[in-house]
């Protein structure tokens, strides 16, 4: 199984400050397809996760453009530009390359 | 709009059995597929299952293969997850995601609480 590593796991941030979360896999997420299935969710508390990023870098609808992400073969990252009261939540990277799909540990954003 | 509503979850008895539901609207269900996540409470995400949009290839976690079945009902727009020999590590909120073949899981559904306690 592909093992999903992020850091760190606790973000405290002040509002309007950058945040930037991590994401290792222990092995390359390239598909034989040549994409990357590797996506970032967001879950708010006592909310359901949300799709915010797609195939490394592509933002889903309705996304806000400060979440950005980057990266490739086994190093990703997540960067909110500036952070708003309404990002606090758990954030979680997800590779859905190889079965079975896996997911990151989740990283606590909060307020500081 | 898409929604995905799950329902089924309860309370049950080690050993029982459950079967959860998800309907699905706002979208053609039989172009995508389908997934079943859970998450127990106070953790993060565990994948559970995966079917194909045909219902053809299916998937599923060792932690629930043989115990669990996946299915889904293009017709009724509904996807399906029976659950036997429940054990008390099943309880979570069992979540309902959508699938695009081209980028990844997309919707999720607000969850349902399976609770396996005595």
């Known amino acids: 199984d592909i093992v999903m590593t992020q850091t760190p796991l606790s973000s405290p941030v002040t509002l309007g400050q950058p945040a930037s979360i991590s994401c290792r896999s222990s092995?390359?997420?390239?598909?034989?397809?040549?994409?990357?299935?590797l996506s970032w969710l967001q879950q708010r508390p006592g909310q359901p996760p949300r799709l915010l990023i797609y195939k490394i870098s592509n933002r889903f609808s309705g996304v806000p453009d400060r979440f950005s992400g980057s990266g490739a073969g086994t190093d990703f990252t997540l960067k909110i530009s500036r952070v708003e009261a309404e990002d606090v939540g758990v954030y979680y990277c997800m590779q859905a390359t190889q079965f079975p799909f896996t997911f990151g540990p989740g990283t606590k954003v909060d307020i500081k | 709009q898409v929604q995905l509503v799950e329902s089924g979850g309860g309370l049950v008895k080690p050993g029982g059995s459950l079967r959860l539901s998800c309907a699905a609207s706002g979208f053609t269900f039989s172009d995508y597929y389908m997934s079943w996540i859970r998450q127990a409470p106070g953790k993060g995400l565990e994948w559970v299952s995966y079917?194909?949009?045909?219902?053809?290839?299916?998937y599923y976690a060792d932690s629930v293969k043989g115990r669990f079945t996946i299915s889904r009902d293009n017709a009724k727009n509904s996807l399906y997850l029976q659950m036997n020999s429940l054990r008390a590590e099943d309880t979570a909120v069992y979540y309902c995601a959508r699938g695009v073949y081209s980028y990844g899981i997309d919707y999720w559904g607000q969850g349902t609480l399976v609770t396996v306690s005595s």
């Open positions: 079917i194909s949009s045909s219902g053809s290839t299916i």
């Open positions: 092995q390359s997420l390239v598909h034989s397809d040549g994409n990357t299935y």
